[in-house]
């Protein structure tokens, strides 16, 4: 079974900054793209970042200069810097991946259960 699990969420203040992680366990074989989606209350999940195997990233462009993804393909981990939050930012954030499992060589979606972001005095 391959899991995203993700953490880092919590409380802070506007101006502030956290790091996301995420990190993919189980039978992988390897992982793709890999990235960030949120979902604040009331709207639909969007794109927040992206970054593909070999570094090529992309933002949405509220984050971007703010927000800034990177991955360690050895420890099968993506992390979200966001820094300058506001509270346009509150959401729930998902980590996002492409992997291919190691007993069926084909590549699907995966999605963590989300970590809470709230941008509050």
């Known amino acids: 079974q391959i899991r995203l699990v993700e953490s880092g969420g919590g409380l802070v203040q506007p101006g502030g900054s956290l790091r996301l992680s995420c990190a993919a366990s189980?039978?992988?074989?390897?992982?793709?793209?890999m990235g960030w989606y949120r979902q604040a209350p009331g709207n639909k999940r969007e794109l927040v970042a992206r970054?593909?195997?070999?570094?090529?990233?992309n933002y949405e462009d509220s984050v971007k200069d703010r927000f800034t993804i990177s991955r360690d393909n050895a420890k099968k981990e993506v992390y979200l810097q966001l820094n300058r939050l506001n509270a346009d930012d509150t959401a729930v954030y998902f980590c996002n991946a492409v992997i291919v499992w190691d007993v069926v060589r084909v590549p699907a979606t995966y999605w963590g259960q989300g970590t809470r972001v709230t941008v509050s005095p």
């Open positions: 970054i593909t195997s070999s570094g090529m990233t």
């Open positions: 189980g039978a992988i074989a390897s992982i793709n793209d």
